[in-house]
């Protein structure tokens, strides 16, 4: 029973590491396919998306079974909820980047903008928090969680940046607009990205710390 | 121990259902704040995140005690995880009422750009999404949450007229584009309202008829 336990985890960790592993190639791809203009990524992507559901899927009965297989205590609880819940995350993560690609194909149909520097820098940024947020999960690794959550703010910098770019060039011509308005929502999907990969380290302190560090909960409550 | 697990059965419903009613009404007042230029309202919104914050929180403690009382039967283990999981998007559900009223208060401070009609139409259709997916939930009646994933098709239809329309006005007019593009990320953000009341939805067919309906997976499966 122990054994059977311990190798249904270990399953449930490589899926959410190679879920993790499609999505964070999925933004890369997107992101490339816009800013090399190179329409053949942008589809690599879209084929890409059912894998990514097919693991979301077994993530969830993975951790469906782990549930089943024993009374679980408190901390193997805690670990199959939160990857129950990083499998939603890592879903919506993998939509987030067939909407890139979907806007780069549109994107790709009429003439270049601009050259992209900001953008392909905020997708680096979540890439990078999507790999350390895994990791972290890994590893329990709650001081790596605490400071990927802490570099979402960078994002959001970048994000508003990008925004107020990309209003210049429609204030200056309406010729952009629809252009500019695809960037713009390249731009939100990445920040989403973020948020995403924020959550996922979220749930890791919750999960190492014993406790929820999701919107200052102890101080609402002690505000009671 | 079997009343208790009933017990803490019905304070998870009540929360579910005092969750969803917060959030629901968020959408209403974000909406009407922007509509009828009630920055008060818009106001109230951002006080009352506390709130849904707090309960997303106790609805995972109550689901992880429902864990921990017994060892969950396979249909009672799907309740449960059912119940985090919609969890989860409740909250986002709360952050995109109040991503709403920001944009809203924004909005406020320039001159209205045109009537609202298409926007308050879909925010109306979003919230009947909610409340029915939640009920569906309650009364575990796969029918009507069936019919809830379907009307997500008219929400995205009226988006991308709404994105068509505000098109026309930023490129024939320069001078609305700050404004436009306002209004254009309150229907993202009332297209993603949506988003989550499917998924609550086709967490609740999953839970009903024993199997997933997310992403066809029956289909990629049998394909392999």
Chains 1, 2 share one sequence.
Do not use: W
């Not at 992209?116 to 001081?143: C, G, H």
């Amino acid at each position: 029973m122990e054994r059977l336990f311990d190798e249904e985890l270990n399953k449930l960790r490589e899926k959410l590491l190679r879920m993790s592993g499609i999505v964070e190639e999925s933004v890369a791809l997107s992101i490339e396919a816009l800013k090399d203009r190179k329409e053949e990524l942008a589809r690599e992507v879209l084929r890409r998306e059912e894998g990514v559901n097919l693991l979301d899927v077994e993530i969830d009965e993975t951790c469906l079974r782990l549930l089943a297989l024993r009374q679980p205590m408190a901390g193997d609880l805690r670990l199959i909820t939160s990857a129950m819940k990083i499998g939603v995350d890592l879903e919506r993560m993998g939509d987030l980047a067939v909407n890139i690609a979907q806007r780069a194909l549109e994107l790709l149909r009429v003439p270049i903008l601009k050259p992209l520097v900001d953008i392909p820098r905020m997708a680096r940024l979540a890439q990078d928090m999507l790999k350390d947020s895994i990791q972290s999960f890994i590893d329990r690794n709650d001081a790596l969680a605490a400071e990927v959550c802490k570099r979402d703010d960078a994002v959001d910098a970048l994000e508003n940046q990008v925004f107020r770019e990309l209003l210049t060039y429609m204030l200056g011509d309406p010729a952009t607009i629809e252009r500019a308005v695809g960037l713009l929502l390249v731009s939100r999907y990445l920040e989403r990205l973020a948020d995403h990969a924020t959550n996922i380290a979220e749930n890791v302190i919750y999960l190492v710390r014993g406790r929820s560090i999701k919107h200052n909960v102890d101080k609402i409550r002690s505000a009671d």
